[in-house]
Nanobody, 119 residues
Framework: QVQLVESGGGLVEAGDSLRLSCAAS????????MAWYRQVSGKEREFVAAISWTSPVTRYTDSVKGRFTISRDNAKNTVYLQMNSLKPEDTALYYC????????????WGQGTQVTVSL
C-alpha cells in the first residue's frame, strides 16, 4: 500500500501564495499519476490538478489555471502544489491521491491539509 501525507497548509490573505507538499511512502512502484483535490465542509470533493508520474503532462480544473502549478520530485516521492494569487474561494481541505492514469480513478487519500484564505 501507499501512504500519502500532505503538509504546507495554513492561514493566508487573499493574493498570497502557499506551497503544499504530498509525500508518498510504501509501495510507490506503479503509480501512474498523482492528483490534488479539495473539499469544503458539506460539499463534494473537487478535483484541482493532476500530474503524470512518468511524463510532464498535467491537467487543472479551470478555476485554478494560471494560478496553481502541480509538480513532482520522483527522487523524493513528493508532489507539490504551488498556489499563487489565492482567493477566499480556494479555502478548503486539500488532499492528495494516487491513480493509474492522469484521469484516475484516484484513491489512497491522505489526511489532508487545511488552506484558509481570508479577505
Amino acid at each position: 500500500q501507499v501512504q500519502l501525507v500532505e503538509s504546507g497548509g495554513g492561514l493566508v490573505e487573499a493574493g498570497d501564495s502557499l506551497r503544499l507538499s504530498c509525500a508518498a511512502s510504501g509501495r510507490t512502484f506503479g503509480i501512474g499519476a498523482m492528483a490534488w483535490y479539495r473539499q469544503v465542509s458539506g460539499k463534494e470533493r473537487e478535483f484541482v490538478a493532476a500530474i503524470s508520474w512518468t511524463s510532464p503532462v498535467t491537467r487543472y480544473t479551470d478555476s485554478v489555471k494560471g494560478r496553481f502549478t502541480i509538480s513532482r520530485d520522483n527522487a523524493k516521492n513528493t508532489v507539490y502544489l504551488q498556489m499563487n494569487s489565492l482567493k477566499p474561494e480556494d479555502t478548503a481541505l486539500y488532499y492528495c491521491a494516487k491513480g493509474p492514469t492522469l484521469y484516475g480513478p484516484f484513491g489512497s487519500w491522505g489526511q489532508g491539509t487545511q488552506v484558509t484564505v481570508s479577505l
